[in-house]
């Protein structure tokens, strides 16, 4: 599956299976993409840059970097510290992708301009 920033100065790519999508709604995530983080994820062995031009890293905490394009400003990556696994904006993937959302986190820290998401 192949994946890039909006301008494309980042590109990806990751083999399946990739795990559905999680959806965080914390006030890091919030910030960071503008609403709320929804990714998927591969082990680093799965994953791939196959440009990474625009590619920035922010150490966002103790636990983890998270990867953006320095060109177009596109959230793309969680990387957890310790951990050998690529988290991946999923609306950063092409075209279909056959994935679906699995669980929803820090639901008590979401915008109050939405609903909860159903179960």
Same mark, same amino acid.
């Given at each position: 599956?192949?994946?890039?920033?909006?301008?494309?100065?980042?590109?990806?790519?990751?083999?399946?299976?990739?795990?559905?999508?999680?959806?965080?709604?914390?006030?890091?995530?919030?910030?960071?993409?503008?609403?709320?983080?929804?990714?998927?994820?591969?082990?680093?062995?799965?994953?791939?840059?196959?440009?990474? %031009? !625009?590619?920035?890293?922010?150490?966002?905490?103790?636990? @983890?970097?998270? &990867?953006?394009? =320095? *060109?177009?400003?596109?959230?793309?990556?969680?990387?957890? %510290? !310790?951990?050998?696994?690529?988290?991946?904006?999923?609306? @950063?993937?092409? &075209?279909?992708? =056959? *994935?679906?959302?699995?669980?929803?986190?820090?639901?008590?820290?979401?915008?109050?301009?939405?609903?909860?998401?159903?179960?």
């Amino acid at each position: 599956m192949k994946g890039s920033c909006l301008c494309g100065a980042v590109c990806f790519e990751a083999d399946p299976p990739l795990r559905d999508v999680f959806t965080c709604h914390c006030s890091q995530c919030r910030k960071t993409s503008g609403h709320f983080w929804a990714a998927t994820s591969v082990p680093h062995e799965r994953f791939r840059l196959t440009k990474d %031009e !625009g590619l920035r890293w922010f150490k966002s905490s103790d636990i @983890a970097r998270r &990867g953006f394009c =320095g *060109l177009c400003g596109s959230s793309l990556f969680w990387q957890p %510290e !310790g951990e050998a696994r690529m988290s991946i904006a999923a609306g @950063a993937l092409d &075209g279909p992708t =056959g *994935l679906k959302i699995a669980e929803d986190w820090c639901l008590e820290d979401k915008g109050d301009y939405y609903p909860t998401p159903a179960p």
